[in-house]
């Protein structure tokens, strides 16, 4: 945790279960949360604009771009969603989609596959936190992970951790103390 000075929280969660954890993690470090109940974020149309017309900035006036240059200058990112229908809630994905002015559209090879290039000097690393029934989710775990670990290769960062927790705040403090 030493090496943390700012962690992003975008929240999909929709109650106060992790308001706790938001609170302990500001006592640790810079951290800012993004309910994204309450944020205005419109779903990506794929138009490609912020690729070529305006490289970095997205199209719609919205609250993506407050997430987006708080997230790039952090050193990790948490994202926290409820498990909808074995992945995570539509909320959570729309977020996740709108990242993409991250990167640049050239393309190039890392670990032999084709990745976008890096638009920004440095990346944070990412955190995932699934809230749902542990004993019936393990498989639903595994397959969002799997994407996260892929959304971190291609957002240029690294997933360091992945939980599937039914709510317990001792989990996700430990998940998170231990990096």
Not at 93 to 122: N, T
């Amino acid at each position: 945790m030493d090496a943390l000075k700012k962690i992003t929280v975008i929240s999909g969660a929709s109650d106060d279960t992790y308001r706790h954890v938001e609170s302990e993690l500001g006592k640790l470090c810079s951290t800012e949360v993004f309910r994204l109940r309450e944020l205005d974020i419109k779903y990506c149309c794929g138009c490609w604009d912020c690729w070529v017309k305006t490289p970095g900035v997205c199209r719609y006036e919205d609250d993506m771009p407050q997430i987006l240059r708080r997230m790039i200058n952090s050193d990790l990112c948490i994202w926290v969603s409820p498990l909808r229908m074995g992945f995570v809630s539509a909320l959570t994905k729309k977020a996740m989609d709108r990242i993409i002015p991250l990167v640049h559209p050239y393309i190039g090879v890392f670990e032999g596959e084709f990745h976008h290039l890096k638009r920004y000097s440095s990346y944070p690393k990412l955190g995932l936190i699934l809230l749902g029934d542990t004993e019936l989710s393990p498989e639903s775990h595994e397959i969002v992970t799997g994407v996260y670990r892929r959304l971190g290769i291609n957002s240029k960062g690294e997933l360091l951790f992945s939980l599937l927790t039914d709510g317990s705040l001792k989990e996700v403090e430990h998940a998170i103390s231990s990096l």
